[in-house]
Nanobody, 128 residues
Framework: QVQLVESGGGLVQAGGSLRLSCAASGRTLSSYVTGWFRQAPGKEREFVAA????????YYADSVKGRFTISRDNAKNTVYLQMNSLKPEDTAVYYC?????????????????????WGQGTQVTISS
């Protein structure tokens, strides 16, 4: 019943920007933690960013701090990931996920096993 759909991926040059969207049905995202993860070929899934259900706190991997911003639009039941100053090492499939995580801490928000619903992923490719 619950479904997440990512969109907004594509091909951009280094230094460019992309805005990813995670649209939910069957679950009110404002009541859950929503996170973004990414996975590059041959590598394990990596935490990128997360936002609390109450919208008060956000969490970021060190590799994206200052460049990426996670936000939510409760009216649209959608979470976004604004990605600026993109680098070739940002190339990956990006996934959004939601989970009921209590208490929310930076460590717990970054653990993929704490999320029960995942989207299908959207490809982000950054050229040099």
């Amino acid at each position: 019943q619950v479904q997440l759909v990512e969109s907004g991926g594509g091909l951009v040059q280094a230094g460019g920007s992309l805005r990813l969207s995670c649209a939910a049905s069957g679950r009110t995202l404002s009541s859950y933690v929503t996170g973004w993860f990414r996975q590059a070929p041959g590598k394990e899934r990596e935490f990128v960013a997360a936002i609390r259900g109450n919208g008060g706190n956000t969490y970021y991997a060190d590799s994206v701090k200052g460049r990426f911003t996670i936000s939510r639009d409760n009216a649209k039941n959608t979470v976004y990931l604004q990605m600026n100053s993109l680098k070739p090492e940002d190339t990956a499939v990006y996934y959004c996920a939601t989970g009921f995580i209590l208490p929310v801490t930076p460590s717990r928000a970054g653990i993929s096993d704490n999320y029960d619903i995942w989207g299908q992923g959207t490809q982000v490719t950054i050229s040099s």
